[in-house]
């Protein structure tokens, strides 16, 4: 274990030298004046500052829990009154997906989410000879619907408060147990609770963390296995614009599919759904997101944002942007084969990411943001200070915090190395370097015998890759250590040896005895103490530096875990209910209004219409990204272009909110919740900015009007609208 000097220890020690050079005793004509001491320099920050702006308590978002659901504040705020039961009908009909949201729509299992949601699944479905994913599929009859194989949805049925039930168990263990404690209390009790109920339930019990471990709920998810496809445009349409008109707005996107529940073969019958709203919203309306954001870190300190701002981020967006140059490339290959068009699927998803952590990146440094964020910790301290329990409790924590930072800044970019991209059989790294890393650890690590013959056994069950694609994802992982270590890194040239990288790259591919499953397997039956390969050279060549930093990062972490979820337990007990817990990928309820906002000097309209589909596609004439469908390049005489398409809100959704429905007052779906605007993109993890930042949605008059006029989905139009009267 690697023990690092606290910052605290080391500024009190420089101010203390500082303080014994200004006191020099008085000083007679007979005495000679004693030398000053030599002072060292003060240590040097590596995190910026930033100056507090006035913020907001709902800085900390609008992403609302339903066991703490905001009667009053909804009430107040939109004028209407959402008692037990609106709130239980708000949780049943939204249903969460595999990284996503959805939510039913009619009485017979019907599921709306967003095509890009469900992209691996449409290509999934098709059979041979199709291309269901550019084409898009309907089925004309029930019989039709398409089993999607795998595939599942949930729905929060009830939750419990755990709260006291383990918290009690941690803190009744010594503070450097309690992790370890905490972890096998909530197993245990996961357990305990799935144990209630047989298979045939099909319950799901997960123990989810709120307010970073201040308080706990038992969720019961009820699991739907049987999964079909009904209705997916193509590809073009549901990713119009594609990934240059991706994060923006004006938009003009169909990202829409529709799935049925079935139970015993037969479609689902459910009383909880969101009939779609007769009447479409307009600017200032109130409407309500209900679905599964990913993850926000808006209770974390200042000093955790500006590091992540300063390294973290910046770090896994270089290594997107490298990691998509080289999948480019081999899609570039063979762009036909059907492991191509998988591929292609993840790079949609990787150019996301990579936009998302840009922008990320720009906000964790902005001194507007990060001063309210400021602002809102100041605040926080103060409340803590008026309660000396409080501030003896947790304003320490506050401070080791943001000394970790400071060590955690020390030792970058190295633990990111060993960690980014570079687990075992990764889609994002090259197998080789996978198998290289492995056995640098072992090199480094002291293991039993067992252990190490486990670990070894491993390099070999990591998966080959097409010799060049390896080459490439080589060469690009060179790229990414240079934009991080510098072009004349001494390690870098270690690595090298002279040759460029491409060069490099294929000379591994061609001379490693870990370039492919068969060699490795044949490498690792060889004496440990005797292997000696130019890929674990790549490694090697950091020396211990890699090694030793990625072990003290991750000392660190492990205390900046724990420190988090004691400080977790602060913000409840100054906040209460009074602002929501971070987001965990579990469902919650966001408020917001429909709102046009200013941008580039001009005003983005709260919606958007068929028109402006055309115009886009007319003004970019023979751009691949605009063109239009087939069935959509000459519209039908009966499709009211004047109809809106996407529109605009300041709902607080972050990813894992995609494909959540958008409802009114009454519950009735009026959008479906598909992306965020760039001006949202990189703060909506750290702040709720709502000057400019807007959840994008398709509006469920265009989804309607597509539906009838262009797709011709007759049945499912149907019983969308029948729903309505039921």
């Known amino acids: 274990m690697y023990q690092f000097p606290s910052l605290k220890h080391l500024t009190a020690v420089f101010s203390l030298l500082f303080v014994l050079s200004c006191a020099a005793p008085q000083q007679t004509a007979e005495q000679p004046a004693a030398p000053q001491p030599v002072t060292e320099p003060a240590p040097v920050s590596l995190l910026p500052v930033f100056e507090p702006l006035p913020s907001s308590i709902l800085d900390n978002g609008r992403m609302w829990t339903f066991e703490h659901a905001p009667v009053e504040y909804f009430a107040e705020t939109y004028n209407f009154d959402p008692d037990d039961a609106w709130f239980e009908r708000a949780r049943l009909g939204a249903v969460r997906l595999p990284g996503c949201s959805g939510s039913f729509i009619s009485p017979n299992g019907l599921v709306m989410t967003n095509h890009h949601c469900v992209r691996d699944q449409i290509t999934q479905i098709g059979r041979e000879g199709e291309r269901t994913l550019d084409d898009g599929f309907y089925a004309v009859t029930l019989s039709d619907e398409r089993m999607i194989e795998g595939y599942y949805l949930d729905q929060l049925v009830d939750i419990r408060d755990l709260t006291d039930l383990i918290l009690d168990e941690v803190d009744s263990a010594p503070i450097e147990q309690q992790a370890q404690v905490r972890s096998q209390v909530i197993q245990r009790v996961q357990a305990e609770l799935s144990a209630e109920f047989d298979e045939s339930d099909n319950i799901v019990v997960q123990v989810v963390s709120l307010f970073n471990g201040g308080r706990y709920s038992a969720y019961f998810f009820r699991r739907y296995s049987d999964v ?278 294929r000379y591994l591919v061609e001379n490693s005895a870990l370039a492919t499953q068969e060699q490795t397997a044949a490498f690792v039956q060889t004496d440990f103490d005797s292997w000696s390969d130019p890929a674990l050279d790549y490694f090697m060549a950091f020396g211990s530096t890699l090694f030793d930093n990625t072990m003290a990062f991750q000392m660190l972490g492990m205390e900046e875990n724990q420190l988090e979820t004691r400080l977790g337990r602060g913000w409840f007990a100054v906040y209460g209910t009074s602002i929501p817990p971070d987001a965990t990928f579990s469902p919650r309820i966001a408020d917001g209004v429909v709102a046009g906002y200013e941008y580039n000097g001009t005003f983005a309209p709260a919606y958007t219409t068929f028109y402006g589909l055309y115009d886009r596609h007319h003004s970019h004439r023979n751009e691949p990204e605009w063109a239009l469908p087939e069935r959509w390049a000459t519209p039908s005489a009966t499709l009211d272009l004047a109809t809106p398409l996407n529109f605009v809100s300041t709902n607080d959704i972050i990813g894992g909110n995609s494909g959540s429905p958008v409802v009114n007052t009454r519950l009735e779906v009026v959008g479906l919740a598909f992306d965020g605007n760039v001006e949202s993109m990189g703060s909506s993890t750290l702040i709720l900015d709502d000057r400019s930042a807007r959840a994008v949605s398709v509006d469920s008059r265009g989804m309607l009007e597509a539906l009838r006029h262009v797709y011709r989905a007759d049945r499912l139009v149907r019983e969308i609208e029948d729903a309505r009267n039921r």
């Open 228 to 505: 079909r496809m009904v209705m997916a445009p193509e590809l073009q349409i549901g990713y119009y614009g594609g990934d240059t008109d991706n994060f923006t707005y004006p938009r003009y996107n169909l990202d829409m599919s529709f799935m049925r529940v079935y139970e015993d073969d037969a479609p689902l019958e459910t009383p909880f759904f969101f009939p779609f709203a007769t009447q479409g919203v307009e600017s200032g309306d109130g409407v309500f997101v209900i679905g599964n954001p990913g993850s926000t870190t808006r209770l974390n300190t200042v000093a955790q944002l500006t590091y992540a701002g300063q390294f973290q981020l910046d770090i896994i967006h270089n290594f997107l942007y490298h990691t998509l140059n080289g999948l480019d490339a081999i899609f570039a290959l063979d762009p036909d084969t059907e492991e191509a068009q998988q591929l292609r699927n993840t790079i949609f998803g990787l150019r996301n990411a990579e936009k998302l952590y840009g922008g990320q990146v720009l906000a964790h440094r902005d001194p507007y943001l990060m001063g309210r964020r400021t602002d809102n910790e100041n605040n926080f301290i103060a409340s803590l200070r008026e309660d000396p329990a409080l501030a003896e409790e947790f304003i320490p924590i506050i401070e080791r915090i943001a000394e970790i930072q400071e060590l955690k800044a020390s030792l970058a970019p190295y633990p990111y190395l060993m960690s980014i991209g570079m687990q075992p059989n990764s889609g994002l790294s090259s197998a080789l370097l996978q198998r290289a890393l492995v056995a640098y650890r072992l090199n480094h690590q002291e293991l039993d015998s067992e252990t190490r013959s486990r670990a070894v056994g491993s390099i070999a069950n990591i998966g080959d890759k097409e010799a060049e694609a390896e080459v490439i994802m080589i060469e690009n992982h060179l790229h990414y250590l240079a934009s991080l270590l510098g072009e004349d890194s001494e390690y870098l040239a270690r690595i090298l040896n002279g040759r460029d990288k491409a060069a490099f790259a």
